[in-house]
């Protein structure tokens, strides 16, 4: 094996670690951010709101996020090009990246894995604690943030630290519609060095410090929370 390559190709590397963490980032967070809502409205309804939110998580659940990733980019951002108030405006510069593209595609296939896991979640909190809740007089608003969100989340910890890592797994389909993240790198590596099994190495094991960074995280923040007895 040859490793000559490896400082011409750092600040590639280190380019790529921060693309993944900022693609990775930002799913996780938009994703959670829809997946609340959904979750909580397939539990408290409306109905056609319920039955609306099943079908989204139903559909990004059967299908293949590369599926996914391609008719956003391929299909969704080929049609802004021929709209002119688009090219003029200053959102221009934002739509012809593919990052915006992987972040919208990562972010979905959060909110509809973890938006049917925070439905159980909430299903999942005790009626008793909601009921007493209640005859304190909390507010519906209230009694969300203060004990059933928190309980929601509290019960859901160590299986999204499993969803996260799998997301983070995910990324290097990114590389597909050209998001130079840590794969992305690799694969230009293999390129131009015709090197094959050393990148590959070196991009599983950032892969594997990445992975043991989110474990690591969860397994602290476990121990913070304190559980229900």
Known sequence: MQWAW?????????DGIVITLKMLGLSIAIGMALAIPIGLV?????????????AFCTIIRGTPLLIQLWLLYYGLGSLFPLVPEIRNSFLWPLLRDAFPYAVLAF???VAGYEGEIMRGAFKGVPKGELEAARAFGMSRFTLLRRIWLPRALQNVLPTLAGEFVLTLKATPLAATITVFDVYGVGTLVRQE???????????AGIYLCLTALIVLFFRWLEQRIPRPA
């Open 193 to 203: 060095t015709y090197r094959v099994y050393e990148p590959l190495l070196v991009v």
């Open 42 to 54: 397939q539990v408290t309804g409306p109905r056609w709101l319920a039955m609306l939110a099943r």
């Open 6 to 14: 490896v400082a011409e190709y750092f600040p590639n590397f280190i």
């Open 107 to 109: 972010s979905l296939s």
